[in-house]
C-alpha cells in the first residue's frame, strides 16, 4: 500500500527545489542575455539538472568540503625565471598546501568520530590537480571535485568556484587551509564566506561540530577566541589545529577507484578572469654572512660603529 501523505510531502519538496532552480536560473539567464553568455548559461542549466535529483537527500545529510590546492612543495627551494614572470616549477615537486592538509585531517576525524557522512575533496586548477585530489581521497576523503581550467587562479575566482559547487553540494561544512604557501594571501575562505552568505570562524585551532552549530577556538594575535557558528560555515584551519596523517599504501590504492569529478568554470557560470597582474617576481635580497666577535666591547663597537643602530 502507497503512504499518499509521505508522497506528498515528498512532492511538495520536490517541487520547492524545482522553483528554487528555475527561479535562480531565471535570473541567470537575464544576465547571460546582458553579458552575451548564452552559451555559458545553457552549460549551467544543463549542469543544474543534472545535479537536481541528488538535492532533496543532501538536505539533512552532513557533508564536509574540503580543499586540495597544488603548490610547490615546502622543501622544495624556489626559484626565479630569469625574465621575472613568476617562478620555476620544471621539475619541481608538488605537493597538497600543507594548510589544506590541515583540513583534509580534521574533515577525516569528524567523519571518523560519527559526525560526518561524507568527505569531499575540491581541486581548482590544471588537470594535474588530480594527483593531489587523489593524495587527499588516499587519506580519507571520499570523492573528489576538479574545476580544470589553465587560468591564472586567484583568491576571488577561486571563492567563486567553491560557491558553486557550494550551492551544488550543500555541504553544511567547508574547511580550508587559512592560506596557501605559494600566494599566502590568506582571503579565499573569507570571500567565499561572503559570496555564500555563510558563517566564518577563521585561523582554527580547535572545532568542535554540533547538530546545528560548531564551536571554533581561534588563534589570534592576543592569545585564543572561542566562538559558537551557525552551520552551514566556513572553517579556515591553523597550524595547530591538528597533525596530518600520512596515507597508507592501501589506501592510495583506493583512492585510484575513487570517483571524480571535472567540470569547467564554464559548467559552473563562473568568470574566473584574474583581477590582478604580476608586474614581476624577484627573489629576496641576500643576507650577509655574519661575524663572531670575540667580546661584548666588540659586539657593542660593531653595533655603534658599523651598523649605527645604537648611539
Known amino acids: 500500500m502507497i503512504d499518499t501523505d509521505n508522497c506528498e510531502q515528498l512532492g511538495a519538496e520536490i517541487l520547492e527545489i524545482v522553483l528554487e532552480e528555475v527561479n535562480d536560473l531565471k535570473t541567470r539567464l537575464i544576465k547571460a542575455r546582458q553579458n552575451g553568455r548564452i552559451r555559458g548559461f545553457l552549460r549551467r542549466a544543463i549542469f543544474a539538472i543534472r545535479v537536481a535529483p541528488f538535492q532533496l537527500k543532501q538536505r539533512d545529510f552532513m557533508k564536509i568540503l574540503v580543499t586540495a590546492k597544488r603548490v610547490v612543495d615546502y622543501n622544495v627551494s624556489i626559484r626565479v625565471l630569469s625574465d621575472q ?142 566562538i559558537t557558528v551557525s552551520l552551514p560555515a566556513v572553517v579556515t584551519t591553523d597550524l595547530r589545529l591538528n597533525e596530518p596523517r600520512y596515507a597508507s599504501l592501501p589506501n592510495i590504492m583506493k583512492a585510484k577507484k575513487k570517483q571524480v569529478d571535472v567540470y569547467t568554470p564554464a559548467d559552473l557560470g563562473v568568470d574566473v578572469t584574474p583581477r590582478v597582474k604580476t608586474l614581476k617576481v624577484e627573489p629576496p635580497a641576500e643576507r650577509k654572512a655574519g661575524i663572531k666577535v670575540e667580546s661584548v666591547e666588540e659586539l657593542v663597537d660593531k653595533l655603534r660603529n658599523e651598523a649605527k643602530v645604537i648611539s
Open 85 to 226: 614572470t613568476g617562478v620555476d616549477l620544471n621539475n619541481v615537486k608538488m605537493s597538497v598546501n600543507p594548510f589544506d592538509e590541515i583540513a583534509i585531517e580534521e574533515a577525516v576525524r569528524l567523519k571518523e568520530a560519527g559526525k560526518a557522512e561524507e568527505v569531499i575533496v575540491l581541486s581548482v586548477g590544471a588537470t594535474n590537480c588530480q594527483e593531489q585530489i587523489r593524495t587527499a581521497l588516499a587519506l580519507g576523503a571520499d570523492r573528489g571535485i576538479l574545476v580544470e581550467t589553465d587560468e591564472d587562479m586567484q583568491p576571488l575566482g577561486i571563492a567563486k568556484v567553491m560557491k558553486a559547487i557550494v550551492d551544488i553540494e550543500q555541504p553544511r561544512l567547508i574547511i580550508t587551509g587559512k592560506q596557501a604557501i605559494d600566494g599566502d594571501n590568506s582571503q579565499t575562505g573569507q570571500m567565499l564566506a561572503a559570496l555564500a552568505g555563510l558563517a566564518q570562524a577563521t585561523f582554527a585551532s580547535e572545532i568542535d561540530l554540533g547538530d546545528d552549530s560548531a564551536t571554533v577556538t581561534r588563534e589570534i594575535d592576543g592569545g585564543l577566541e572561542t
